[in-house]
């Protein structure tokens, strides 16, 4: 079983900037591929940025060249830089993490959230 904890969210002004990060803990081999995901109200659930246990990256069109997606392997932790943050940024921010038991199965996880909210 894998825990995935997020911390960084909360209420941030137009054109600031948040950091993001989510440790993976529990009993696994290895993480392969890490990403954020993203759940405004009433929209459905959309990949923000990803980023492989290599360091290989892709990012969401609405947020390139404005969020940075980031890891450190050593901790099992991804981190998301988001700048020049906008009202249409306000969502829950999810953690998500592939991760492959010691018996070299892949299972996927989820973190539980967290609250991003741009406004003035």
Do not use: H
């Not at 993001?20 to 659930?45: E, H, T």
């Amino acid at each position: 079983q894998v825990q995935l904890v997020e911390s960084g969210g909360g209420l941030v002004q137009p054109g600031g900037s948040l950091r993001l990060s989510c440790v993976a803990s529990g009993d696994f081999f290895r993480i392969n591929a890490m990403a954020w995901y993203r759940q405004a109200p009433g929209k459905q659930r959309e990949l923000v940025a990803a980023i492989t246990s290599g360091g290989g990256t892709n990012y969401a069109d609405s947020v390139k060249g404005r969020f940075t997606i980031s890891r450190d392997n050593a901790k099992n932790t991804v981190y998301l830089q988001m700048n020049s943050l906008a009202p249409e940024d306000t969502a829950v921010y999810y953690c998500n993490a592939a991760a492959v038991s010691r018996w070299r199965n892949e299972y996927d996880y989820w973190g539980q959230g967290t609250q991003v909210t741009v406004s003035s």
